[in-house]
């Protein structure tokens, strides 16, 4: 292959059509701080994903931090080492010790029968990841939390419009987190939100992202700035008019990997639920001993050829110096982890990505010898 197919690249509508959502913002002045363009994403997302109320926020990472501190989480809190880094970080800037605890082999999300093996006398919150937009044992994990009287913060960066027959998957817990990040199934360039439960929280949440600011005189919270600005909010409103449109997409490459794949030696497809409506945001493998050579090898040589696939999530958070140290760390509490940390990758998957070219990718895949 001549040229180069990244793991990902960003659905970009025509220029054309940002255009006059960028004359509106040239001719009102208003640049961010709860703008027109804002207000009109908050409702058009919290309509397309069914939640009941939606906080916009400058990325993912200060989202997950706001969560937090919304929720006013304080000492440990148990959540998975398989994850972007960002989800450990954020309970770190919080001042909560992160406890990992082992995932599940076929979800890759965290076991909800060890959870509460992890449990300590400080633990206040479970903070859960949908990995790859794969949902959570959500009723499990909800049972668990009700018994030991625990919040549920959901890391659902990747599940951007996942839902079962019941409705969204962000309507679980106390209060899911998504990403807009550009690598994200649905981007604002940067960009980040909060699903909350009812008004009043939003309204807190909303406040603490404005500095904690109320009025002019009247700051009641050591707030942050959090906000999205109008021009990624324009582009969040472009975006959405292509979102199933993009998400049938990677449908259609999901398919043709699976078909594709499932027959080679050594390579293994996580198994699919079938109870979800699901945004094919990552396409992940396991590439098993019986493959003809290593994961880091398949890596290297798809990466000769002008493939990058993506070991996501090697190394485990819990590798990390800043977490080494943590006793859940150990790699002995986390063996299925560990496991499929070592064997990992995730293939090419977008929109814009050609049929003709997953087919060569799968066909790379099946001739290493
Ligand atoms: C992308 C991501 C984040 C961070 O989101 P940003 O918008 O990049 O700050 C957090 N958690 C997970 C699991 C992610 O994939």
């Known amino acids: 292959m001549k040229k180069s197919i990244f ?30 363009m804002h ?11 069914g939640v009941p109320e939606i906080s916009l926020f400058n990325n993912g990472t200060i989202a997950l931090l706001t969560a937090l501190q ?4 304080t000492g440990d809190v148990i959540t998975t080492p398989f994850s972007f880094i960002a ?26 029968s060890k959870i509460e093996a992890a449990i300590t006398p400080q633990t206040t919150a479970i903070m859960p990841v949908h990995c790859y937009g794969t949902p959570c044992d959500v009723e499990a994990i909800e049972k668990i939390a009700d018994n030991y009287n625990l919040k549920v913060i959901y890391d659902a960066a990747h599940a951007f419009g996942v839902r079962n027959s019941k409705g969204s998957i962000l309507n679980y817990g106390n209060l899911s987190v998504l990403s807009f990040h550009a690598t994200k199934v649905f981007n604002t360039f940067e960009g980040g939100a909060i699903i909350s439960p009812d008004a009043k929280t939003k309204k807190r949440i909303d406040n603490l992202k404005n ?19 109008e021009i990624s909010a324009a582009f969040g409103l472009v975006q959405l008019n292509h979102i199933d449109g993009a998400i049938a997409k990677r449908r259609e490459i999901d398919g043709l990997y699976r078909s594709g794949l499932q027959n080679i030696g050594g390579i293994t497809l996580p198994k699919r639920t079938t109870d979800y409506a699901l945004n094919y ?15 880091d090898s398949l ?40 496991a499929i940390a070592s064997k990992i990758l995730c293939l090419p998957i977008y929109p814009d990505l050609s049929l003709n070219d997953v087919g060569r990718i799968i066909d790379e895949i099946g001739l290493v010898t």
């Open 7 to 36: 793991v990902t690249q960003p659905n970009m509508p025509d220029l054309e059509e940002f255009v006059p959502y960028l004359q509106k913002i040239w001719d009102n002045k208003i640049l961010t701080n709860n703008g027109p």
């Open 39 to 49: 207000h009109e994403l908050e409702l058009r997302l919290k309509e397309y994903l």
């Open 70 to 73: 919304a929720e006013r989480i």
């Open 87 to 112: 989800t450990a970080n954020s309970l770190v800037w919080n001042g909560v010790r992160p406890i990992f605890s082992d995932i599940d082999p076929s979800t890759f999300n965290l076991d909800p």
């Open 211 to 229: 500095f904690g600011i109320l009025d002019e005189t009247t700051v009641v919270a050591p707030g942050i700035n959090g906000k999205m600005s």
């Open 281 to 295: 945001s990552y396409f992940p493998v396991l590439v098993e001993p019986d493959y003809p050579m290593d994961r």
């Open 299 to 338: 890596y290297e040589h798809l990466k000769s050829i002008g493939v990058y696939s993506r070991r996501y999530f090697y190394p485990l958070m819990s590798e990390f110096p800043m977490y080494r140290g943590i006793r859940s760390s150990d790699p002995s509490n986390l063996p299925v982890a560990s």
